[in-house]
């Protein structure tokens, strides 16, 4: 079975652009140690400040889906509701 890839992609809502960053920064750290994670970058796009993008791989989607349920997960979506204006997630296998 190969490596999951999630590809997550949060848009700040207009005036909040900041508050996301930071708050998205702060999931880096605690997640690089979780079990399964072999990777996990966050991006932000040059040509719109206020949009953010993880590249994720995991070794399982089980381990990802003990991510998701993570304590710093909790406390991101609990500091930034009502502040993203739109959140897309990929789950995708490497194929070559």
């Not at 399964?36 to 040509?47: A, N």
Request: include cysteine; hydrophobic fraction near 45%.
């Amino acid at each position: 079975m190969s490596d999951l890839t999630i590809i997550a992609r949060i848009e700040a809502a207009p005036g909040h652009a900041d508050l996301i960053r930071t708050e998205l920064e702060k999931l880096v750290a605690p997640t690089r140690a979780e079990a399964g994670c072999k990777q996990y970058d966050l991006h932000i796009d040059h040509d719109a400040p206020g949009t953010f993008l993880f590249y994720e791989t995991w070794e399982s989607r089980e381990l990802w889906q003990a991510h998701m349920n993570a304590p710093h997960l909790a406390a991101y979506m609990t500091a930034t509701e009502g502040k993203v204006a739109n959140f897309t997630l990929a789950e995708m296998d490497r194929i070559a």
